[in-house]
């Protein structure tokens, strides 16, 4: 099925306006939700951080009016959106919306895939019936960025891919933008990610905000895409270190301690298919 493509922004809008250049211009509204992927985490400026959606936001400022809200918070699980992020984003009755949660869910033991997709169509159908142009993605594989062996790899591997399946099902649904992460040709080079590996850098959340700006464009909502030119803050390699020690290698450990029951539950699922002499069904052969 082919996706109508969305109305021009000058009828998306709630009101259009004669700029002093004589071009009129489009009122967009644009609400985000999500984890800290969308929060920003990886490009710090002024004394926060700005990320791909304010970047994308800022971009849209020069051929329309926009009002921008990111209701994006560090750590937020999916049924974090649905419960404590959705409300306030439909509040803002947004034209564009961004729903990009999961990966945090993905590292989790309670790990529950019919709940999470439960929650992600219930968040997609709410902005659906407001009319709004969704945008989602399909996730990489970030067990490369890490080089993790395939003992941890494989589960993380497989809950990915239950994910993107979630996502690919609202896509079909609601026929919004979605970017595929996974085919993005820097995705997995180190300039893409900041020292954690976790989020993106700045050219990272740059890349991001320049591709979704290409994929409203091929639905009617034009502007120049915010290019790749850095502006943000260069920590140094001891700001870096300093927050990797105090941020990123705790909450490392507390998703390793998390994934580690489904890792030994497939590990021994594995070694059972391959007839290791200990499991239910090598014994079952023994007794044959």
Not at 15 to 40: I, N, W
Not at 56 to 75: E, I, Q
Not at 120 to 137: D, K, N, P, S
């Amino acid at each position: 099925m082919t996706a109508e493509p969305i109305r021009p922004p000058a009828i998306l809008g709630v009101h259009s306006r004669l700029g002093a250049d004589g071009v009129s211009r489009s009122y967009v509204r644009f609400a985000a939700v999500g984890d800290s992927f969308t929060a920003g985490i990886g490009d710090p400026h002024g004394d926060g951080y700005r990320g791909w959606a304010r970047i994308l936001a800022g971009a849209m400022t020069h051929d329309h009016d926009v009002s921008f809200c990111n209701f994006a918070r560090p750590g937020s699980l999916v049924a974090d959106v649905r419960s404590e992020q959705l409300k306030a984003a439909l509040d803002h009755r947004p034209h564009v919306a961004s729903l990009i949660v999961g990966l945090n869910d993905t590292m989790r033991a309670a790990f529950d895939p019919s709940q999470i997709r439960k929650d992600l169509l219930h968040c997609a159908a709410r902005f659906a019936e407001q009319g709004t142009l969704l945008m989602t993605v399909r996730f990489h594989d970030h067990s490369k960025l890490f080089h993790l062996p395939g003992v941890l790899a494989r589960p993380l591997r497989s809950r990915t891919a239950a994910l993107n399946d979630i996502y690919d099902e609202i896509h079909q649904r609601h026929h919004g933008v979605r970017l595929d992460l996974s085919q993005h040709p820097g995705v997995y080079d180190r300039e893409f990610w900041s020292i954690d590996r976790l989020h993106p850098s700045e050219l990272g959340h740059r890349a991001v905000a320049d591709e979704f700006a290409a994929l409203l464009d091929e639905r009617g909502l034009s502007f120049d895409g915010p290019g790749f030119d850095l502006d943000g803050l260069d920590a140094t390699r001891w700001d870096e270190l300093r927050w990797v020690r105090a941020e990123v290698l705790p909450w490392i450990g507390r998703r390793v301690k998390d994934l580690g029951p489904s890792v030994a539950s497939n590990a021994v699922q594995r070694l059972t298919e391959r007839g290791s002499g200990w499991g239910p069904k090598a014994r079952a052969r023994k007794r044959a």
